[in-house]
Every structure is written in C-alpha cells, then in structure tokens.
C-alpha cells in the first residue's frame, strides 16, 4: 500500500520487554499481561499510522523514528536487563500454572520435537493470507498500494486502511515477540533489532514490492524459509559469521534479480 | 527515386511483433522536411510504436528507416529526433535556462551556464521572461516551449509532436503550432500525432492514417478533410461520428435530482447556483483556470466548498454512494498492479463483492466481471490480463464503467475522452447516453 513499517523489530523487542516487566517483575498474571502487550502494540501501530497519514510524514521517516523511540522505550522499561520468568527476580514469586501455560505456547511435542511455534505461524499465515486474498480489505489494500491517488479519488477509506495496516503489523510484531519471548524464555532489550532487514530480505524474495501492490503469504513463507534454510546451513557448516551476513545480502540482490530477468524472459517468449 | 523523395525520412516495410501482436505490419510512409505531416489513428493502430521506433526508444522487427537516402538508426544519431510530449520530460526542479543545458553541459567542472546561441535561440522562442524560474513554476506550454528550444539548441533535424496540446488553450496551441510552423519552414521534418482532426486539417500539408499497423492512406490538399479523416479512420462505416454529446441545458419540468446553491470555493468560483434533472447529461465547459474543472471535483467532494449541496431536496445523503468522480487521466482511475476484471470491481465493497465479514465472493466477482465486459464493450482477450495491455480506448472503457458499476446517482467525468480513439468516444458516448436514460445525473466536464 506504498507505505513502510520500519519498527517491527523494535515493536518485537518491546513486547517481549514489555510482557517480561509486566509479568515477571511485577506479578501481573499472564492472561492479562499478554492482551495488555498486544493492546500496547496496537497503540504503537495507530501512532505509525496516524502520523504517515494524518500528518503526512512519510512513513519510511514515521517509523524509522518509532524504531528507535520503540528501542529506547524497551530500554527504558527494563532497565537495560534481561528476564527469566523460569527464575524471577526475588521477592517475585509466578504461580507454576502460568509459568505452564507461558512456556506451553511454544512448547515441542511429539516424535520430531516440533515446536508449537510452527502452528503458531500456519495459523497466522492462514488468517493473514485470508485477510491479504480473500477479503475485501486485502483487495483495497492492494489497490491502495497500486494506485493511492485512485484510490482516494474513488472515495476508498484510504486513511482507514492504512491505519488498519500499521495497527495489523504492529500486532503481528508483538505477537512474534511474545511467542519468541516463551520460546527462548529470555529477554533482552535489543532483541528483534537485528530481526529488521532480514525480515525485509525475506518478504521482498517472496515476491512482495517495496512500492506497494504486490505480494502474497506463499511467497513471504518461502522467503523466510528459504533464508532460515540458508542461515541454518551456515550455521551447521560453520564457516564463520560473515558468511552468513554476505550471504543474506547476496542472496536479496540476486534473488530479486532473477525475478526481474525471468519476469522479462517469459513477457518476450510470449 | 527521385530527388524530393530521397530527403527525409523514408520507412519501409516497418514490422514490430510483440509477443503475437503486431503493433506495426509492414508500414511504409515518406515524410519530406519543411511540411507538418499528421499521423492519426485509432488507439491501438500503431501510432504510438511508430513513434517510438522513430524516435529510437524501440527497433523494428524488419523493415528499414532512411534519412535523406541513408539507412539510419535513431538509437545512434538520438541527437537528432525530438519527440515533444503532452507532458515534457525534462527536470522540473532546474531552471529553464539550466534545462536548456542540461545534457550538454560540456568538459568544465562548473556549474554549467547557457552559452550565447543557447540565448538566442531561447530569446527567440520567447522564454527570455521565464529563463531563471524553476520550471516546475510555469506553466505547460512553457515547458513545452523549453522543450523545443533544448531540441532546437542541439540541431535535432526531426521533430516529433505527440498529442502536445491536450491539456493547452487555444491561444497556447495556436501559439504552439506557430512554433511547429517556423520549425518546418526552417527545413526540419515536423510530425504531428494527435487525435484532434481539426488540428490535423487545420496545420498539417499531409495526413496518414494508420490502421492495424498499417498506411492506410494519405490524405492532402482538397481530400484532407474532417470527415474525410473520420471516415478513413472508424472502420463500421455506420459510426461515422455523430453529433458528439450536446450540452442540454433546457430546465428540467420535474423537480431538479440534483441542486447546489451559493456553491464557492475559496479560489476557483464563487456562488454557483446549479441544478440538473434526471436522465440529464449536462456539459461544463470552460477554458483552463475557469474553474468549470474544480467545479466539476467539487460536486465529486475533492475540493472544499461552501454552499448547499442538496439531492432532491435531502442534504445529508450518503454522498460517497450517492456520487462518482472519474478523472481525466487513465493515471488517476486504474490501477497498474490490477487485472482488468480486478479494476471493474475496484470501486464495490460490501456487499457487492463482499459479505458483511468482509469475504470476498469470489463467485460473484467473477460473473459481475463478466457482465460488465460485455455491458460496457471493454475489448481484452481474457478478463485476467493486465490493465496495462489493453488499449487507451479500452483502458478508458474500464476506467469509466468502474464508476457505472457503483450504479451511481450522479455520475461526474472529468474529460471522459480525452485522448481516445473516434470509435471509442462514440462507445463512451453510448455508454453515457444509455446510463442517463436510465434516471441517472450525468455531468461532464
């Protein structure tokens, strides 16, 4: 929809920070800690949106700005510490139940150890992929994103929908952010930070445009894997932590290129 | 050959295939210097590749172009084919004195200043006024002026014009042709693109018709006609233009649909007081800076206005389904990303293509889809090809019925034409006609 949220990541560190404060250090039972964080991230992503639109600054600047605030604010909450709810600062005690049902939401099972992070994520692919292909919010999203001026010409909600977008990535982030918090049951300040521009790497190789108007579920989904995949195996071969980092950018630059050469390639064998 | 034919530019058997379109079929055409020669062409005939190719932006399949004798390739000698758009394509940001060296700024490290038959040729063309505005500030027939005389400084020998008075008035298009006039009689090759035939009888010595790729005559002297024109270019015979929609302003017995009173906006217009009947089309006309234009995104809800707005008698409407604004350029309606059938449908919503928890039905898109092809005669192989490859008449089709499937009650169009082939304005023109009929405000500007 030609806009862009650069604060994810940062969203992503501050509910986990958030949760961890709320929960950990001051005993708010988990139930409601968590709607909390999420409500938080909505606020964080109707403040990106109001400003993008309503005051027309440019969201590029809109968010690259509620990055760092969001950072510094992760900083601030937790006052540059790292949470464990397995071992809570004393005088704290978590009731077992919801230390159960925290690390239960993630928790591996069955013969593969497969985490439930995994449904996590095919469960938010599906409802988003419904939200983006199946529903009249996607289709304008889309041709807000092709088209703004035509869109709001047509008398389209366009500010509506923007907001809603903010406020739908903002929500996503947090949710990553807290189900990554029970997986690794550690947080810390900085984390999702550095998660910013592979997660950039990873939509724009499935496919997604940077200008607006273009992208689907399937082809993020693969993006991601397919750097997962390539940041698992470098891992496992162990050649050293550069490689990786050149191989993240080389694999962006040449997977959109292909794109484009092949794009180009099948209009002039038509 | 003889002599008067080896000058200038000689094209012979031009062919470009797209993919499995043809957009040139073998087309040949003689055009001498010192005479404006017209090209005209329904949309979608190859005009447009012919300029290109001309221009150098493409390379035939087959075929040769020649210049004065010699096989000539405008990918090489680009210096010398100026092709002046609607738009100019120049630096909006740079003064006009810096646009006119822009590009040929030469081996020194300074900030590149115009030379003195840069100043000439600028006083000449009358821009000494405007030389140190930043050309973004004047106005469009400035720039084209720019243009030219960027063109004229770098002795380019063809001049292409391709639609260049669209958006200009009349004074500026005279004073335009002028220009296009001093051009050719300095022995420069002058090509005029237009879909205006009045302009075309009017300025050029000779006129082709492109039709499928092809020449499909050239008219000159006593045969270069209006309706001669016409008659070569729209292939039904029956559809030989008819009176083009007539402004009716007879006051309607009925109740007037829909009324504005003491209408103003705070810089175009003041106290308009307007009304129109159903079934009505009614025209609004005005040159540029009139305000008819605003006045026309006004009753669409674009500009801010104070008055009454009032549909028979009621005032607080929902006006966003009750109105439609198209605008004038295909840029501001369709949406690139979008199918065609995508575009038909970007304007519904609940609940025409989606139930109340916002689901797309997918069933019914598909059928509206295909109605409104047929219903608004929007010519593409398939409804899922990209908007992109349709032709401007059809482009425009689509732009248009966006807004008649809204089924709105007071439909507003901004220059529904514009730049449209003669047999598509009389579609549009039928679409129009049979909408009012059916107790609907149309209002045209």
Redesign the interface.
Known sequence: MGEIDLSFGAMYGLAANVLAVMWVVHGVPVYVAIPLTLVIAALVGSFNGFLATSWKIPSFIVTLGSYNLLYGLSLWVSNSGTFNPNYPPSGTDLPQGQLDFFIGLTASFGKYELSAEVFWMLGIALVVGFLLHRSLFGFRLMAIGGNTEAARLARLPVRRYKISAFIVCSILAGMAGILDFSFIQTSQPDIGLSQTFPVFAAVIIGGASLNGGKGTIIGTIGGALLLAELQLGLALLSPGPHVQQIFLGAVTIVAVGLDLFLAKLRKSLK | MTEASSAGIQIRGLTKRY??TLALNGLDLDIQPGEIFGVAGPNGAGKSTLVRMIGGEESPTSGSLTLDGQAWSPTDAWDAVSIVHQEPQLFPNLTVAENMVAGREGAGAGWPKPGDADLQIMDAMGLHAVRDLPLGECSLAMQQRTEIARAVARQARIFLFDEPNSALTQAESDELFREMRKLAESGRIVLLITHRLGDLVRNCARVAVVRDGRVRGVLSGEALTEEGLARQLVTEAAAVAPPALRASFRASEAAPRFKVQGWSSPNAFRGVDFSAGLGEIVALIGVEGSGARELLRSF???EPCTGEISVTGATDVDW?RFR??V?ATR????????TVG?NL???L??PE??NW????K?GQMAALVERSIRRFLVKTPKASVPIRSLSGGNQQKVAIA??LNRAPELLLLEEPTRGVDIHSKNEIYHLLRDYAATGKVVIVF
């Open positions: 993919g499995s669409g809800g674009l966003d439609c604004y605008p840029a501001l309606s369709l949406y690139s990303n979008f995508e449908l970007a304007r919503g609940v293509i989606a928890l916002l689901a797309l997918k966006q807004a």
